[in-house]
């Protein structure tokens, strides 16, 4: 007596095939077969051009707060001076800066000044962050001085001031003219405080990447950002640059014992932690979301397969009576259900990954048919929507679409494969 045949052999391939292909006068379902091959390519498609959209966003967001701000701020907890006023300044901004840069994994340690003022040019103002730096340290942010839309000579810091291509477009500037800054907190006089007023050149402009950066940030030597803004022989903060900036939470101790007694630390993640965990439970609820689409697209699997079984009833109860086995009869339905769902899912992965490989060119296409301004970086802080493709992206879109395919098919095919070839034929 010969063995029973291997599972999925080739003749169960070669009947769901003939099944797959018949058309409607045969008794075969083509047209639910579309729309099921159809549901699960969109749904697909959705579901990786979301995730690398998100990941790319995700990328982008994070790569400008590292590329063009400190990855932890060292700063001084106050203490009230002889005028009776709380200061924060950091005299001896030289000595803790030499010792966070010999601190294991820090790349740099720079002496800031910081403050607010009012930027004009002729009749135009903007509110602007101004930070006084040495220039070898600025020289050292990547999304400052190795930008690719930057003009300008960085080189000539010591001569003016370095603005952001936001700045240098509210105030209608450009590289050679001058801009007034203007601090309320000027000269010290008999009669009070004076506002302090002051033109310099700008010698360079940059483009960070970030609307809120180029919009607000100017850049000033360190030597006269101590004078414009009365800081004489301090510094309000260290800006540390870290080896491994996922590991600043870690390195905070550590920063925090060479600091000395008042150091505080503000690591990159306490300034974006909360819109960074916002895109998370964004991402996961988009991911549920964007499942539940699958699976409503599998589901058309399942109506398309009870179809089939209905039509094939006649079929079944002859192959049955030939000798074919139930699981073999489960087996070729469960070939038409999954070789759909393993088609679409194919199809929905090629069109995923061509979009975001070719996410610009779409939505520049996007743009321009809907008049511009789809993308407002005012709202969403970057300049142009990002998309990273990433293999485990990519792979979770597979198993879920192949997993909820295969379950999906699995009961109308073992319904097949318990069919009575007695009642199928009865009225036949």
């Known amino acids: 007596m010969a063995g029973s045949p291997p599972p999925f052999a080739p003749f169960e391939w070669m009947i769901a095939w003939r099944y797959l292909r018949a058309k409607r006068a045969e008794g075969g379902v083509s047209v639910m077969t579309w729309i099921s091959l159809i549901g699960i390519t969109l749904a697909v498609f959705a579901l990786i051009a979301t995730l690398a959209v998100r990941s790319g966003f995700r990328a982008e967001f994070v790569d400008t707060i590292l590329g063009a701000n400190a990855h932890v701020t060292v700063y001084q907890s106050g203490q009230v001076n002889a005028a009776g ?46 930070f006084g730096i040495a220039l070898e340290d600025l020289k050292s942010v990547p999304r400052i001085a190795a930008s690719d839309a930057a003009y300008g000579d960085i080189d000539r810091l010591a001569e003016g001031v370095a603005i952001g291509s936001g700045v240098a477009r509210e105030l209608g500037v450009t590289v050679g003219e001058k801009i ?5 907190n000027g000269v010290k ?11 310099y050149e700008v010698v360079y402009v940059f483009t960070a990447g970030r609307y809120d950066i180029d919009r607000t940030r100017v850049y000033m030597p360190f030597a006269e950002a101590q004078s414009y803004f009365n800081r004489e022989e301090a510094a309000d903060e ?33 300034a974006s ?45 002859i192959l049955r009576t030939m000798g074919l086995t139930e699981a073999s009869v489960l087996r070729v339905f469960f070939i038409c259900g999954a070789f759909t769902g393993l088609i679409g899912t194919a199809l929905g992965v090629i069109l995923g990954c061509l979009f975001a490989l070719y996410i610009d060119p779409i939505f520049s296409a996007v743009n321009y048919l809907s008049g511009g301004g789809v993308w407002d970086p005012a709202v969403r802080g970057i ?15 597979v198993c879920l679409s192949l997993g909820l395919s295969f379950v999906v098919t699995y009961f109308p095919a073992r319904r097949a494969a318990r069919m009575n070839p007695v009642e199928a034929l009865r009225y036949e």
């Open 238 to 270: 260290i800006e540390v640059m870290l080896e491994q900036p996922e590991e600043a939470d870690r390195m905070a101790l550590a920063l925090l014992a060479a600091g000395g007694a008042r150091a505080q630390v503000w690591t990159w993640r306490d």
């Open 85 to 130: 006023q709380i200061d924060q300044s950091i005299t001896d901004y030289k000595a803790m800066a030499a010792a966070l840069r010999a601190v294991p994994g820090v790349t740099r340690a720079a002496p800031l000044v910081k403050g607010q003022v009012m930027a004009n040019s002729r009749s135009r103002n903007a509110g602007v962050e101004v």
């Open 180 to 184: 007034k800054l203007i601090s309320p």
């Open 189 to 199: 006089t008999a009669f009070g405080t004076s506002p302090r007023v002051k033109a």
């Open 383 to 397: 300049y142009q929507l990002p998309a990273k493709l990433q293999l485990a992206d990519v792979l979770s879109a």
């Open 273 to 317: 932690g909360g819109f960074l965990r916002a895109l998370d439970i964004e991402d996961n609820v988009m991911f549920v979301i964007l499942s539940i689409l699958v699976l409503i697209a599998a589901m058309n699997i399942v109506s398309g397969l009870i179809m089939l079984v209905k039509n094939k009833g006649r079929d079944i109860g």
